[in-house]
């Protein structure tokens, strides 16, 4: 298992070449939700740093403001969120199927449909890797 990395904000400016303010108004805006020590210093894990780097791609490769980024990472987490659900209910749908029809050939045909997902837009648009 992979160790989870903790970065300060110092350090993930100059990851991403951004000013450390710039950082504090995306935690502002709700963008960016950083951890904090008991001395209060922001501290960024894997999983913050790929949603800056989402949030760079929206506001510098697209032009999207933080108004327009704030609504497509909620709509991206609803999407992501609807996932599960929908991961849920073929999971449940599958087991009694199989229930139903157990040791049919038809059982097989049904339950064997392969779940569709969502695509996610990393998964379209490659991330650029930051240079350290």
């Known amino acids: 298992m992979r160790k989870k990395g903790l970065y300060t904000i110092g ?3 100059r990851m991403y070449d951004i000013h450390p303010q710039t ?3 995306y935690e ?3 963008l960016l939700k950083p951890s904090r020590t008991e001395g209060n210093t922001r501290l960024y894990s894997d ?3 790929q949603r ?3 949030i760079l791609f929206l506001t510098r490769e ?3 403001n933080l108004a327009g980024v704030d609504i497509i990472l ?3 987490e609803q999407l992501e969120e609807l996932q599960k659900q929908i991961d849920q209910l073929f999971e449940f749908i599958q087991t009694e199927l199989s229930k139903v029809y157990e040791g049919d050939d038809l059982r097989k045909a049904i339950v064997s449909v392969p779940k569709r997902k969502v695509m996610k837009l990393e998964d379209i648009i490659p ?3 930051p240079e350290q």
């Open 127 to 129: 991330a650029k890797k």
């Open 62 to 64: 697209l032009g999207v």
């Open 23 to 25: 950082l504090r108004l």
């Open 52 to 54: 800056l780097e989402f």
């Open 47 to 49: 999983e913050d740093l």
């Open 11 to 13: 350090v993930v400016a």
């Open 28 to 30: 502002r805006e709700g």
């Open 74 to 76: 909620n709509m991206k």
